[in-house]
């Protein structure tokens, strides 16, 4: 678990029961990879899941993207053998492990607790592998402070939006779009907002879910657009054509960049005895402040985490 969350923009989902998708997830751009053992794997299928990705993720070729197993949910009976074989049988290739359907801090206590035993049988550091809380029922959005409070390895709130209108009744069956019928604002904005608050409360990062329809490009690109613009860290994939999109939106625009590290350069200029130990300056039209550096902060904290170079520079002003 590192202090610093690297970026998930794109967060791919890849069955564990499916050796070929493996392989082939190795060669995608996706930031994170998460290998499923949960709904994507049938029940018969789990077990020899687990065995496809203790090997794939010994393998190795998974670069840089962060690698995580979601295991079954506790009120199942696989989670504890999904633990315990994974993390056994690859812990020192695992970043994280992904519980869904997290209702409660007990829940994220429980597999610290797990993960703390077989870190210390197995000779791992204990408290490198993160935890990863799938937000996907209400008791569970009711709980969402508690759960991102409940170990210092979590990392990720993510909304799981397919399980979440189920568990609410909502009558729709396209995930993330608007249910039919509803028509005065977004029927998530509570959901997401939450999950949002919970982690910057936390230091966690926002993860949004799926979106079902991979043939439909455009409106992955209008419901990411969404999530991204309130804040959202990144948002799941399910297909390789959403991963451009996925990494595109979670990035500030090359403009937004640029912009953000001229505040930055100005704001520090103004601010020293040079530049008249200023609260305040003018950036061409623009007034800023010390709330505009945090502001620009979280900008060009995004661009340079994906790796963007600015294209203009500072030159302070004449006096
Ligand atoms: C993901 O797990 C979802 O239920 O949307
Ligand atoms: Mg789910």
Redesign the pocket.
Known sequence: MTETLRPRRSCLAVPGSNPRFLEKAKTLNSDQVFLDL??ACAPLAKPGARKNIVAALNEGGWGERIRTV?VNDWTTHWTYRDVIEVVEGAGQNLDCIML??VQSADQVVALDILLTQIEKTMGFEVGKIGIEA?I?NAQGLIAVDAIAKASPRVETI?????????SINMKSLV?GEQPPGYDVGDAYHHILMSILMAARANNKQAID??YLQVRDPDGYRRVTARSAALGFDGK?VLHPDQIGIANELFSPTQEQYDHAEMILDAYDWCTSEAGGKKGSAMLGDEMIDEASRKMALVISGKGRAAGMARTTSFTPPES
Do not use: H, L
């Open positions: 949960e709904d979601r869904p359907k799938q996907e993510i909304f799981g939006p397919a399980d979440f209108m189920a995930v879910g799926p799941w």
